[in-house]
């Protein structure tokens, strides 16, 4: 069965730091590319950060860069987002997301976020 689960969500200050973690299993994980979405509420879920199956190459999304890093540890069955410098518009629900092939794509259920003084 496969199974995405998001961890490390919480309530901090602006200008603080969370790292979440993504442990995947029942599937490869080392096929897979990594990703880290988010929804605000109100909002349609929006890209963050991915990541390549080897960890080669991530990319970001603009309102993130400089300060969010995504990382992966395929000896763990982990992707990790490292999230520094947060703002209260970074408060969302946070996914994770694996991607091999159109429609051979998994979901965890989310973690959430709040940026708040």
């Known amino acids: 069965q496969v199974q995405l689960v998001e961890s490390g969500g919480g309530l901090v200050q602006p200008g603080g730091s969370l790292k979440l973690s993504c442990a995947a299993s029942g599937f490869t994980f080392s096929n897979y590319a990594m990703g880290w979405y988010r929804q605000a509420p109100g909002k349609e879920r929006e890209f963050v950060a991915f990541?390549?199956?080897?960890?080669?190459?991530?990319n970001y999304a603009d309102s993130v860069k400089g300060r969010f890093a995504i990382s992966r540890d395929n000896a763990k069955n982990t992707v990790y987002l490292q999230m520094n410098s947060l703002k209260p518009e970074d408060t969302a629900v946070y996914y994770c997301k694996a991607a091999r092939a159109p429609g051979d794509v998994y979901w965890g259920q989310g973690t959430q976020v709040t940026v708040t003084s």
């Open positions: 990541i390549t199956k080897t960890g080669s190459t991530t």
